[in-house]
């Protein structure tokens, strides 16, 4: 009987790469996707799964950080949706992870290297064939690199197209995101076949336990729930944004119109997610019609900032 459970829902895939027990699939997820030339050999999870994260934050990305003992920053998650400001919140992550390690006159020769990894079940760039981009600061006139600072790596998990025949010659990459995309298909039994290795035989006894627990089952259903509403809600503000620039674009060209409704759209589409997770009542068409986007633009950073103070 098949699992029914789905590894990118962010409760599952927290409890099972974020607990300090099943550190072996998260080390194993890590050395699938860096491929580095030395595997990584342990890791600290630095923000162990907890039952409360997900009672109290209703909307927001659930990360998981961990060090290794070089001090090397990892910093993980889980996107399925992928709204317009995610490259821009990833960036943001990563170096406040590089400079939040110095304090007040701390020594910079003790900053660490960041490792910035954002999984996406939607694609960024359609027309683009790669799966894997890796983002390091580059002077483009030499080529030369500005190593040991922060690397961010966007993975559209959409672009590996690996069917369950092609998973034996397929990359450690590839394998997991063949797991994280269709583990909810089988039976456990015929997973372990699959993937028999250490950190795949974990991550398969992680959602294992949650199918088999009344407590997990009812905070997955949540979840699901609640990042389904969340689609929705991008969808339908998209759409009235982009409505909206239609019919403005009826006066001031087509071609204008669809920008500013696309980019309406996505910011209302924030204001509002901001909003549900600080408990403020939702967004009323009273408020925002006669706002200009740089308006709209201000309104959801400020938002977005107090979310994010509300989270530290």
Known sequence: MALGIRPTVDFVFKKTFGVPSNREALISLLNALLQWPEPIEDVEIENPFQYQDFLEDKLSVLDIKARNAAGVVFHVEMQVSMPASTPKRLA??????????????GDYRNLRPVYSICLLDAPVWPVDPV??????MMDPSTGREYDQVVEIHLVEMSKYTEREGDLVGASD??????????AHEYDPG?????????????????????AGRTEDLEMYDSRLKAARDRQWLLEETLAEGLQKGLEQGLEKGL???????????D?????????????????GE?????????????WAGRLEVELRQGRG
Not at 92 to 105: I, P, S, V
Not at 267 to 272: K, P, T
């Open 190 to 210: 015929v997973l372990r076949r699959l993937f028999p290795e250490a950190g795949f035989l974990r991550a398969i006894d992680a959602i294992e336990e949650i």
């Open 92 to 105: 943001y992550y990563a170096f406040e992870q590089f400079t939040g390690q110095l304090g007040r006159g």
């Open 131 to 136: 799966g894997h981009h890796r983002f390091r």
């Open 267 to 283: 910011l209302l589409g924030r204001i509002r997610l901001s909003r549900s997770v600080l408990g403020q009542p939702p967004l």
């Open 286 to 298: 009273d408020e925002w019609r006669d706002k200009s986007l740089a308006e709209l633009r201000d």
């Open 173 to 182: 990459a590839a394998r997991w995101i063949y797991w994280l995309r269709h």
């Open 255 to 265: 071609e204008q119109g669809l920008e500013k409704g696309l980019e309406q759209g």
